[in-house]
């Protein structure tokens, strides 16, 4: 059974950082692309940023760009998201989502999210 | 950053109607769109990918269709369970972006 189970969140004050992770399991991990969507709750999805299997490629949403870095380790199994200078409006749900198979436009699992507020 | 703009907003239907649902896109996207329903308090759940492919698990009456600017989910026949915010997204190198949503609910 797949499982994507994220940690890291919680309120921090504005211009400070924050590391978010997602641990992986019942899937060969290092075969697919890795994502994170945020959502603002009571709002819609927002795409934030994506790495190919082996890091070599990533995209950033241009809200984020600059500010925050994806990563993976795909010995562990696992999927981060570094945020550096929060802003009040980086306040949402944190997903990571996992990509149907290379080339194919979806995302086919995804976690139950981790909440960041960013707040004085 | 290709748009999708999602009409309409919101859906009220009945159970056993038929839902049929619009994503257009800023710019030709090919086929690479899927669909989502999400429900209160639960993660997205993929429905269909490259527009037209239904993901696994995902029943019958769940249809996609379109290419390049415009797209549409067809839910041939409401069900209780169906009633949720359905998005689209789409994918352009590594970039990706969502719909608004349209919300299908009770009527």
């Known amino acids: 059974e797949v499982q994507l189970v994220e940690s890291g969140g919680g309120l921090v004050q504005p211009g400070r950082s924050l590391r978010l992770s997602c641990a992986a399991s019942?899937?060969?991990?290092?075969?697919?692309?890795m994502h994170w969507v945020r959502q603002v709750p009571g709002k819609g999805l927002e795409w934030v940023s994506g790495?190919?299997?082996?890091?070599?490629?990533?995209g950033y949403a241009d809200s984020v760009k600059g500010r925050f870095t994806i990563s993976r380790d795909n010995a562990k199994n696992s999927l981060y998201l570094q945020m550096n200078s929060l802003r009040a409006e980086d306040t949402a749900l944190y997903y990571c989502?996992?990509?149907?198979?290379?080339?194919?436009?979806?995302?086919?699992?995804w976690g139950q999210g981790t909440l960041v507020t960013v707040s004085s | 950053e290709i748009v999708l703009t999602q009409s309409p907003a919101t859906l009220s239907l009945s159970p056993g109607e038929r839902a049929t649902l619009s994503c257009r896109a800023s710019?030709?996207?090919?086929?690479?769109l899927a669909w989502y329903q999400q429900k209160p308090g639960q993660a997205p759940r993929l429905l269909i990918y490259d527009a037209s492919n239904r993901a696994t698990g995902i029943p019958a009456r769940f249809s996609g269709s379109g290419s390049g600017t415009d797209f549409t989910l067809t839910i041939s026949s409401l069900e209780p369970e169906d009633f949720a915010v359905y998005y689209c997204q789409q994918r352009s190198n590594w970039s990706l972006t969502f719909g608004g949503g349209t919300k299908v609910e009770i009527k």
């Open positions: 989502a996992k990509g149907v198979v290379a080339g194919t436009t979806g995302l086919d699992y």
């Open positions: 019942g899937f060969t991990f290092d075969d697919y692309v």
């Open positions: 710019q030709s996207v090919s086929n690479y």
């Open positions: 790495i190919s299997w082996n890091s070599g490629s990533t």
